[in-house]
């Protein structure tokens, strides 16, 4: 499958911030730990997200060729007030509307620095879109709400988050994945209601040369099966194994493995 088009990554955007802010200003304890990242709270998850949406703004404005200093970001601690959630929702709509500004003047195409090797801007477009679509979880399941993603988006960052764990393991010697090698095993993901048009199957393998992954139904050592929000998430180690909905058949110690070691950073 090929990613999204850009215009769908800045729709998507826009939405989910949309939606983290309602979250925002839904009542939820602020101050309250996020679960899923218990050493934030729920403020300080939703800083992390403005702040990184104005970081990749000013990358994508400026074309820069190099990482740019979190210090020479304009507004990126966010409001000075603590628990205003008022403030932190307006500052919040402001670095949404900025990055997707800058992606739509930008196009797909233009050249700027990133992490990854893939130097244009349609690499953050689809970054930015399922760091907050995953954040956004966060945030939804601390404050108790219900939380879905659209089916194109989150086979989207299933895929995305496969790349990066491919990545790691050809740029990142000393990083966890490496763990993961030995002899052949399988993992399948199955999402049970994906609707037409959405090929919501994958087959991972690990053996001696690490891991590789397509698209497609197959046997495998350890399925995980589910919704494919609910697959999404637990693959993210949003929802444990055992959530409501999700099935997983099979060798159980594989698919934690992979968990415990397909991280980054």
């Known amino acids: 499958m090929t990613p999204l088009t850009h215009d769908r990554y800045c729709e998507e955007i826009a939405d989910q911030i949309g939606k983290l802010r309602t979250v925002v200003t839904s009542g939820a304890d602020l101050s309250g730990t996020v679960p899923t990242t218990p050493d934030w709270s729920l403020e300080q998850l939703v800083r992390h997200v403005g702040g990184a949406l104005r ?3 000013r ?3 400026t074309g820069a060729r190099e990482e740019i200093p979190e210090d020479r970001v ?28 800058a992606l739509r ?21 689809r970054r930015v879109t399922h760091e907050v679509t995953v954040h956004r979880a966060d945030a939804t399941l601390a404050a108790g709400l219900p939380y879905e993603v659209a089916p194109d988006a989150a086979a989207d960052a299933i895929d995305e988050w ?3 764990v491919e990545w790691a393991q050809r740029t990142l010697p000393d990083d966890t994945v490496h763990g993961l090698r030995g002899p052949r095993r ?3 993901l199955h999402a049970t209601d994906a609707g037409p048009g959405i090929d919501a199957e994958w087959l991972i393998e690990l053996d001696e040369d ?10 495998a050592t350890v399925a995980l099966r589910g919704p494919l929000t609910s697959v999404l998430l637990a ?4 929802l444990p194994l055992d959530a409501p909905g999700l099935e997983v058949l099979g060798d159980r110690k594989l698919l934690e493995l992979w968990l415990e070691r397909a991280t980054f950073g």
């Open 55 to 57: 970081w990749v703004e």
């Open 59 to 61: 990358i994508v404005a």
């Open 74 to 101: 304009p507004g990126f601690a966010g409001p000075a007030e603590r628990g205003d959630a008022g403030a932190l929702d307006a500052w919040l709509a402001e670095s949404g509307e900025l990055v997707v500004g």
């Open 105 to 125: 003047r930008a196009g797909p195409d233009a050249q700027v620095w990133s992490w990854a090797g893939i130097h244009n801007t349609g690499f953050w477009a």
């Open 162 to 164: 496969l790349e990066i």
């Open 186 to 188: 399988t993992l399948h």
């Open 210 to 219: 690490g891991v590789s992954w397509r698209r497609g139904h197959e046997k």
């Open 235 to 238: 693959f993210y180690r949003r």
